[in-house]
């Protein structure tokens, strides 16, 4: 599968879904104009994705390599909130269905918002790894 790149403006951030290196990356500040435009390549990708990541290997979810998602936003709007809802929410559903999946929340020291949102979306999908981790 070929993977996705979405270059950073001003207000959305670097996506970088490549699976050959399996590195998968959200990058920077998220407030688009239409959170829902921004977000939907992103769903309609990992829905490609996730499912034909094991048939293309010929194994079952449960055998599949974990994934790893590295999300790094300095600031978000509510709305792109709502969107990484629902993208942790896919997520949890994969791996309720026996996929691994782990999220690095990656946040700046001394951003409090970021990371108290990084704990609620912890709350918010518990049967997700979900790390939070802080950075320099």
């Known amino acids: 599968m070929d993977r996705l790149c979405i270059q950073a403006t001003k207000s959305t951030p670097y996506v970088c879904f ?10 920077g500040e998220c407030y688009p104009e239409n959170a829902a435009a921004f ?10 994705f996730l499912p034909s990541h094991c048939k293309e290997r010929g194994q079952s979810l449960g055998q599949s390599q974990g994934l790893v998602f590295d999300v790094e936003l300095l600031y978000f709007n509510s709305s792109s909130s ?12 994969h791996t309720v269905q026996g996929r691994e999946i782990t999220v690095n929340w990656r946040y700046h020291a001394g951003n ?3 990371q108290e949102c990084g704990e609620e979306f912890m709350e918010d999908a518990p049967n997700l ?7 320099e």
């Not at 977000?39 to 490609?48: H, Y």
């Not at 709502?82 to 559903?93: H, Q, T």
């Open 18 to 27: 490549d699976p050959a290196s399996g590195t998968f990356t959200i990058k």
């Open 39 to 48: 977000f939907t390549p992103i769903f309609a990708w990992l829905e490609a």
């Open 82 to 93: 709502k969107a990484l809802l629902n993208l942790f929410s896919m997520f949890e559903c």
């Open 112 to 114: 409090e918002t970021v």
């Open 129 to 135: 790894a979900f790390n939070l981790v802080e950075i």
